[in-house]
């Protein structure tokens, strides 16, 4: 009995260490693909915030930490992609996270001109209520395009609020906690850059990975 038992112990153990072998050969192959289709998107996104001929830099390489959790939702370390134009700002493209959503975190990344206004907004990531709260995907409703070549007067501007708080952008149906946190995120991110904007610019420290 406990040579079977010994037996059937060895057959399991190699069978474990077979399939952790194809699962770490396999996962060594795709490796690289899978970091090439994320840059692939990334610079898709970054297309879409940040108009691809208002810059001549290589604007996945121009990538600095950012970190403010008053601001960009997060105690973690995210990212800005700075644009320029003959060495001259003119851009940045800044991760920021909605953290109140409806459903959790909305990861979001926001495009503004170095003088303060919107050029885009996208939806990276969220878990909203399907046929309600993921209107805020591009693919989905325009309602993201909202924001674009508009700005802030102030910090406590108003109209960067939605329709039923007093302000200027539209909530959607049935779903008002979603569009809120969004417009106050962005609002928050262009905070966040005036504050920030000489320093990103100026700065010499790069992304992980990123050189």
């Known amino acids: 009995m406990n040579k079977i038992i010994s037996k059937n112990g060895l057959i399991l153990a190699g069978f474990a260490l077979a399939v952790t072998s194809v699962v770490a050969i396999t996962e ?25 001929t208002s810059y001549n830099n290589q604007l996945f390489m121009a990538c600095v930490p950012t970190q403010s959790q008053q601001f960009l939702g997060s105690e973690k370390t995210q990212r800005a992609f700075l644009a320029f134009k003959d060495q001259k700002p003119v851009a940045a493209a800044i991760e920021t996270i909605a953290p109140n959503g409806y459903s ?40 993201i395009t909202s924001f674009n070549q508009l700005k802030i007067t102030s910090h406590k501007d108003p109209l960067w609020q939605v329709k039923k708080d007093g302000g200027q952008f539209d909530q959607f149906t049935g779903a008002t906690i979603t569009p809120r946190a969004i417009v ?3 609002k928050n991110s262009q905070i966040y850059f005036e504050l920030n904007k000489q320093a990103l610019f100026n700065s010499k420290q790069r992304c992980g990975g990123l050189s």
């Open 28 to 52: 060594l192959l795709t490796k690289d693909e899978i970091a090439r289709q994320e840059q692939k998107q990334l610079l898709k996104v970054l297309d879409q915030v940040i108009e691809p």
């Open 104 to 143: 959790g975190n909305i990861y979001l990344v926001v495009g503004i001109t170095f003088d303060g206004m919107v050029t885009g907004v996208r939806t990276l990531a969220h878990q909203e209520t399907p046929g309600l709260g993921d209107k805020i995907e591009r693919a989905k409703s325009d309602w």
């Open 184 to 186: 106050a995120a962005v």
